[in-house]
């Protein structure tokens, strides 16, 4: 359905992320993914959204000189955010391990921003989820950590890995948009183009 409506239309995932390509293609969209480096630095003074907002809009922007008139791309980023703090990818697997004793038999909030841009328009949109973690043992954390090495994500777990299955009690909000990506939210904008 959405594939119709976007059939002459040229979509330009600008994500590395393995889940939002898997996301993507669920919706049945042909796509193409282009990763340009952008530098993910932003002010301090931004909390949660706004921080992916933000840094959406900063990888759409890398875009600004190149797009045709049929192309729509789409950037997206997501934070955990805990403490009135943002938790962003861990750099190794002790970081890694401390986020998620942090994180463990708490609540957090996931953020996860899209951004569409064509070449006379773009928006911005965000999204929200609660989760609530158990209570974690080491064991537990340092078996995830070493099998799963979540250095590339968010607050350093996967939603939908070994630590989301036994170790999430309850979400309030979209499950997707934890993984990465609001589709639900990214489906009511596409079919609007």
Known sequence: MLQ???NYKNIILASGSPRRHELLKELGI???????EVEETYNTNLKGAEITNYLCKLKAA???NEILE????ITADTIVWHNNKALEKPKNASEAIKMLQDLSGKKHTVYSSFCIKTKNNEIVISDETNVYFKKLSLNEIEYYVKKYKPFDKAGAYGIQEWIGLIGISKIEGSYFNV????????YEELMKI
């Open 62 to 64: 890398s875009f600004e």
């Open 179 to 186: 993984m990465g990506l609001p589709v639900h939210k990214l």
């Open 70 to 73: 049929n192309d729509i791309i």
């Open 4 to 6: 119709n409506k976007l």
């Open 30 to 36: 042909h796509f193409t993914i282009k990763v340009k």
